[in-house]
């Protein structure tokens, strides 16, 4: 799997941000969407503030929660940190957070998450 390396922003953030190609692949199909049913500039700014509450994890990554549907199949190594009705899923290795996943909390979760975590 490909990661977006993102590098610390300033001495104060020493966590590094890797968002896989399928959480940028999230992020532009939700984009996509928004411009279809609403507008590019609604869709615009949903993109940058989805992409910002996955780089602010560079100052607090311990701060999501592990996600329920996850906690079921016993895989407790994942955390989740939401923008509504948006779940960022994301793993903290080492001092490194790697985003994988960026869904839509209306869609089976269940179902997305267990395909997705599972296959990568």
Known sequence: M?????PPKSQTAPWRVNLAASAEEDLFEIYQYVY??????KAEKLYS??????LSLQQYPKRGHIPPELSLLGMNDFLELNYKPYRIIYQIIEKEIFVHCILDSRRDMQKLLQERLIRD
């Open 36 to 41: 279809r049913n609403d507008s590019e500039e």
């Open 2 to 6: 490909k990661y977006k390396v993102n």
């Open 49 to 54: 503030k989805l992409y910002e509450k996955c």
